[in-house]
């Protein structure tokens, strides 16, 4: 980006090869940095048509320049990209000349570069053949939106085509356009990209017959320099200025594109979901339900309806309700959603959050908008028939998987560097091995960490060179392939908001991964198989057979003391999350003797929280726990004295110094993110808020220096007790019914 300021850039287009996996990305950067985003893709046309599937792509299909001219043309775009895999893919993804015609509004085309067809007509001597061509093209696109490319990268036959390009442009009434062919940003990054060109085609940089590019000028050019390249044809210069100005694409980030539920005759989404909490909460708390829950039910749909989310909680509460009634095991909840109450009274979670004091504004802030995030366990083996009544209901074209991009790590960067450069593998593995095994560890923290691979790094021989290349292409994609458990599901056909791809295994995905689907406002879910799940559904199937009893998971008994026993006893092989080594020492440790120790446990064995481990312990075991202030004990007693939970961090803001919740979320967002400016401003609220509830200024600051010391640690307290729960039910299930668990 400051290459692109450095020169000047007032617009710069992105033109991947037949894909617009980095469009929004592209966009949002460009955007912030005052840079007009131009979205396009150089496609390619088959010649003989997208159905011909006999010759080989590189000797039947050609590169075109295609930029969108305004929202339609955008959309035009997204079709033919996802036409390119899903009919007329081979070896790459094609369109052709059909397609193009009817999708060509709103999009302006460029000749392209020497593999454009008209290009390649032209080094073939067959200038009738290229005229022909480009009529053809220039009667595709509107009057003036077809245009004749002249590149200059340092490549001799296409500098000397350049001149005949001109003529023939001239001869034919079509516009020039000078553009800049750009695979890497800086001159001097020639070198890393030709070695990301032997890692992408499994070769290295001392084969001969591999694929190379013909000069090193395929960087991103100033004005000034293309103004030189192309004085000869002002025309061309004053063209790209112009495109330029003529594309004029403004993505939606503000529109969701919730399907509509469909909901019984004289209902409307709103008044159907109500109906349906209402009845769920008689189910769940009895028919007199206390002042509480209806006031706390009552905010959550009103910040559900003012948000515009009723269809999206009836259609999580639909496929939910459909796996339950075919005997598909469902998870308990995960994420924040166990903090609803709404979700609760549905049915999509298992735990009441009344009792575990989860809160809705970690689900769902009403001060900050975003979409709601709803994940669902579903058991391992079929989870496939729940997506699969997803696309029944809202149609194949409106439901896809999610791609994700596979990056280059620390370590895997070093080896597919090391491979490409053709060093040995003993070298190469010995450079890669010194990098700790640590989680997100770059090469910089790597390097800076460890003396040897330091004085590596400032070498000039070999090994210096591979550390520096694998530097510069750490981080890249290495590979698309499908997100786990991702669907999206769209109220219009998904090609109309997200272009689609098809992968190596025939899966049809989106192009855009998962954070950009949610910033598009499209209704993304992660549908995850845990086999947890399918064990206790078999194991209750065998139960029932083997012993006649026919157990109901949701009913058993949360304060077994047998099972807090065996717990106690590190004896958990085969107990959902406790049975590894860290997890069984937590358990010697904490011995545990109520459900609430278990909901502590799932949250200690992470990363951060581990850091209070000896605190919570020393404070189970009769240690003695203080409290800054008496408003604390009621928020911190059930995990003695210890920060443990986001949710914690947010009663603290709300009880001390009179935050809303809402806001006690921002905090403690601000916090997790350590966003100081945030922090900063949130201090004084926090401080002269305590102040003017009874609390003296020093014990504010202290609370709130201990809540910034805990915030960035704490842990989902609904995903800790959701996740704790089928912990107990794996354990209720090994020490009751050994045999049946077991097997």
């Known amino acids: ?88 893919f081979y070896y790459k993804p094609r369109i052709d000349k059909e397609i193009l015609r009817e999708h060509s509004k709103g999009l302006i085309g460029l000749s392209a570069c020497l593999a454009g067809e008209i290009p390649s007509l032209m080094l073939k001597g067959d200038v009738e053949g290229a005229e022909k061509i480009a009529l053809e093209y220039k009667e595709i696109f509107d009057e003036g939106d077809f245009y004749i490319e002249l590149q200059s990268n340092g490549v001799e036959v296409q500098d000397r085509l350049n001149h005949e390009l001109a003529e023939m442009a001239r001869r034919l009434d079509i516009p020039l356009v000078a553009t800049n062919d750009s695979h890497y940003v800086r001159k001097e990054d020639a070198r890393v990209h030709d070695v990301l060109l032997c890692i992408q085609t499994g070769t290295t940089v001392n084969d001969r017959h591999r694929m190379r590019f013909a000069s090193e000028e395929f960087y991103v ?81 009103s910040v559900i309806e003012q948000m515009g989310y009723c269809g999206y909680f009836l259609i999580v509460w639909d496929f939910v309700n459909f796996a339950r009634k075919e005997g598909i095991y469902v998870g308990p909840g995960r994420g924040s959603a166990p903090g609803s109450v709404v979700a609760y009274c549905l049915g999509i979670t298992s735990l009441d959050p009344f009792k575990y004091d989860l809160l809705f504004e970690r689900f769902l802030n009403p001060a900050r908008v975003t979409m709601p995030d709803i994940d669902m366990d579903f058991c391992y083996e079929r989870r496939g028939e729940v997506i699969d009544y997803v696309v029944r209901k809202y149609g194949v074209d409106h439901v896809s998987q999610i791609i994700t991009f596979g990056t280059m790590a620390a370590r895997a ?95 049809i995905t989106t192009q855009f991964p998962m954070e950009d689907l949610e ?42 003391e047998g099972v807090f026993e065996m717990l106690r006893q590190s004896d958990s092989s085969g107990v959902f999350q406790l049975e590894s080594g860290l997890f069984q020492g937590l358990l010697k440790e904490v011995k545990p003797t109520r459900f609430e120790d278990i909901i502590a446990l799932v949250a200690l064995g992470r990363p951060g929280p581990m850091m209070m481990t000896g605190d919570f312990v020393k404070g189970k075991h009769g240690g003695e726990v203080k409290y800054i202030h008496p408003a604390l004990e009621p928020i911190l007693n059930s995990t003695y004295g210890v920060m443990l939970y986001q949710e914690q961090v947010m009663r603290v803001a709300s009880e001390l110094a009179g935050f809303s919740l809402a806001e006690a979320d921002l905090l403690r967002r601000a916090m997790g993110k350590k966003k100081a400016d945030v922090i900063a401003g949130m201090k004084d609220k926090f401080v002269s808020g305590a102040i003017a509830k009874g609390v003296e200024e020093p014990v504010a600051r202290e609370v709130f220096s201990l809540i910034e010391r805990f915030a960035g640690y704490g842990f989902n307290a609904a995903h800790s007790a959701a996740y704790a729960l089928i912990s107990y039910q794996t354990a209720y299930l090994r020490y009751h019914y050994f045999t049946e668990f077991m097997a």
């Open 413 to 507: 960067a070093i080896r597919d560097v090391g491979r490409a450069l053709d060093l040995p593998y003993a070298d190469v593995d010995r450079i890669a091995k010194l990098v700790p095994a640590e989680l997100n560890i770059t090469l910089d923290k790597a390097i800076q960490a460890v003396p040897e691979l330091k004085e590596a790094s400032e070498r000039k021989d070999e090994i210096g060179t591979l550390l520096e290349i694998a530097r510069a292409v750490e981080g890249n994609p290495r590979h698309a392939s499908t997100h786990a458990a991702g669907v999206v599901i769209s109220k219009d056909p998904l090609v109309e908001t997200v272009p689609l791809y098809k992968t190596s295994d025939d899966v």
């Open 221 to 301: 050019k100033s004005s000034e320099e293309m103004g030189k390249l192309f004085d000869w044809v002002p025309e061309a210069i004053e063209n790209t200025v112009r495109i330029a100005e003529r594309c004029d694409v403004e993505l939606d980030f503000n529109t969701l594109h919730v399907p509509d539920f469909e909901v019984p005759e004289g209902k409307t989404v709103s008044s159907y979901l109500r109906e349906l909490c209402m009845e769920g909460a008689f189910e769940r708390y009895g028919l007199f339900l206390s002042d509480e829950v209806r006031e706390r039910l009552e905010y959550e749909l």
């Open 1 to 88: 980006m400051d290459k692109l300021k450095e020169n000047g850039m007032t617009a710069c287009a992105i033109t991947d090869h037949g894909v617009m996996f980095g469009v929004v990305e592209f966009y949002k950067a460009l955007k912030a940095n005052g840079i007009k985003p131009v979205i396009g893709c150089e496609v390619y046309v088959a010649v003989p048509g997208r159905n011909d599937k006999t010759a080989r792509v590189d000797d039947g299909s050609h590169h075109l320049v295609l930029l969108a001219k305004d929202y339609e043309g955008y959309k035009n775009l997204m079709k033919l990209c996802s036409m390119g895999f899903t009919e007329g």
């Open 519 to 560: 910033s598009l406002g499209v209704l993304k879910m992660d549908f995850l198989g845990l086999r947890t799940l399918t064990v206790i559904g078999k194991a209750v199937k065998l139960i029932k057979a083997n012993r006649g009893v026919d157990l109901d998971m949701d009913s058993i008994p949360l304060d077994d």
